[in-house]
Every structure is written in C-alpha cells, then in structure tokens.
C-alpha cells in the first residue's frame, strides 16, 4: 500500500452508533466533542454511520453539528459486528484520510477501535475523558485517568495518523440541534469482499432493570457498602421508583454480588451525569467519583461526617441511611399524594 505522509491527513472523524435501527445519542456527544475539535482546526466534521436503512435518520447528523454524514447502507450492518465494520472503516481511512478519528467508549468503541487501530497503524488512547488541540503543533490532547484514577494523564500520539481516541460517553452534552444547518450526505459503496464476520449474531438479551440504563437516567440513586447487604437493596429500588429513576452501586457493592456490574458508577464501571444522583452510604473514593462529580445535584447521605463524598455533594445528610430512607420514602409517597 502507498505511504502517506503525516500532513495528507486532514480532517476529524467521529463514529456514530446505530443501535435498533435509530442513531444512538452518544452519536450526537461526539458531534459535539467533534465539533469543537474541528473548528480549532478549522477543518470539516464527518460522521460515519454505518447500518441498514438509516440514510433518512442519518442526515439528522448533520442538525447535531456535522458537516459531512458519510453512510454505508448494507443488511450485513444490520447489527454490529467487529469484521465488517473494521474492513470497512480501514478502507475508508486509507481513502480519505482523517487526522483525528474519535468513537465513543461504548461496547462498539471499545471492541471496534483497537481493531482498527492495529489495521491502520495508529495509535489509540481509550476512555477518555477530555479532549483538546494543541493547535502549536496541531496534534490532538487527550486526557483520561491513569494509576487508579489518581492522576489525569494526557496524551498525545504524534508519530502515527489518524490520532485515534474513544471517548467516555456522557462526557460532553450534545449541541443544541439547528435544523438550518447545512452539509453533505455522503453514500458509500463496498462490494461483498467486505462484508463477512466471523462473528454471528444469535440473539440479544436485554438484562430487567428498574428504570433506564444508568448512563441515560435522569435520576440515580445509587448506594455502597454502607447498605451492608444485598437483602437491604428493596430501600434503594423502592426510592428509585418513586422518583422514576435508576439504581446505581459503587464498585464494592459490585464486588460483594449485591447488583450486576451494569449498575457499577465509576472509573472502571459506568460515567453518569444526570441531574439528580443521590449516593447513598458510598464513601466517595476517586475512582467513584471519576464517574459522577458531573452529576448535576450530588445529595449525599452517609454516617460519616468526615466521608470524600461530602465533598462533591450539593446537599449533605449526616447519618444512618437506614434510619433516613424509609422518612423520606414517606415523605415523597405523601407528597405524591397530593399532588
Ligand atoms: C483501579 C480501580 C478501579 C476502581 N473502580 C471503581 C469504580 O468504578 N467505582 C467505584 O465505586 N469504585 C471503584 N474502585 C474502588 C474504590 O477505590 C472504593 O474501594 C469503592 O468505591 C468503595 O466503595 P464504597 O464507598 O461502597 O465502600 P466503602 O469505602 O466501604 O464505604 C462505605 C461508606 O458507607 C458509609 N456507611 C456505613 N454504614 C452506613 C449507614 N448505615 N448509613 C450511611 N452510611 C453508612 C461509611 O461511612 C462509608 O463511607 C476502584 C478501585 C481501583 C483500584
């Protein structure tokens, strides 16, 4: 293959997701990451969606920020699968050279992009958390936690292009949508050498929660160790119905089998940033923090008045959550009640 130099690179990628047919919202958290790195680099922004029947939704990209939405329709794209997304994605790389390339670190980001970094020759920096342009020597910042969650590393990859990163959902709020903008739709043609997988799709199993997914809820009540035990968890379901919300767990709870990994909020569980996430006997350690200081309100109940969490709490409740959740489980149902 013809060798490129590092300048023929230009322009910022971003990889949207398409999950039951419809664009996915963190597609729209990219645009926005996106956005802001092209317009440093006063390049055009291109959304890649790759699915089947999705130009018409697609083109929507464009009202999120995009300037170019560039489709591969096929039934095989159906449903992600690593083979030919990868296949796909390389020969589009090759073809048209994108210096920054960035996918969100859902399942699909993170099974996707190492894959494709190998096939390019680029580096890849996982979840981040911030990303910038040095715009001296016009080369992406990324930034995610490192050690434990106990430092921010930032990182550069100067040496390969495209400068390849996925990025934590929720780290960035969409764009306002602007139905006057304008871009390009753009349809791209592979032929069948492109399309096999080695990996076929079965079936998918959706795992019974209370409320949303955490990473899309509104609303969180998440709890730690301080629950003492699994049996105790009908408290933090019984407050998450009543305020329509998720129920979210610190690693430990994770670990001690209380609830699935799903509900894990944190540095090596999920990022969450909805407007209300009420921590409950959670003592607030980094790496739990790494995944909710965003949070909008931060009501923090503990029985230690000297707890990290109080840190970042908006609203702090010093005391037995035993003795505080069943009063305001009383409170909120009478005050539903009446309304
Ligand atoms: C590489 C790495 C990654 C990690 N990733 C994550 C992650 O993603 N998410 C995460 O959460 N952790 C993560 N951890 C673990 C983290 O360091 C902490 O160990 C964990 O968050 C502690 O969980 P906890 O607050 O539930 O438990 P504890 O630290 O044991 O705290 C329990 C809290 O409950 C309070 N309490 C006790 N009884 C009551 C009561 N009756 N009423 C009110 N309060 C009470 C206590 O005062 C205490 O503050 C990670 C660690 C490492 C090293």
Redesign the pocket.
Known sequence: MEEKSKEEYKGVWVLGEVRDGEIHAVSYELLAWGRELADKLKVDLTVLVLGHHIRDKARELIYGGADRVMVVDHSALTYFTVDPFAAILTALIHEEKPEVFIASATTMGRTLMPVLAVKVTAGLTADCTELDIDMQERLLIQTRPAV??NIMATIKTPDFKPQMATVRPKSKRPLEQDKNRQGEMIVKEFDDKFYPSRVKRLDFIREETIGVPIQDAETIVAF???LKDGKNLALINELATLLHGSVGA????IDAGWISYSH??????KTVSPRLYMAC???G?V??LA?MSSAETIVA????PD?EIFSVADYGIVG???EILPVLIEKIKHEQKGA
């Not at 894990?264 to 569980?269: A, D, E, K, M, R």
């Open positions: 434990g969650g730690g160790k301080g610190s690693r430990s709870a894990q909020v944190g540095l090596s569980g006997g959670i003592s350690a790496q739990h995944g109940i503990n029985s230690d707890a037995d959550l035993f």
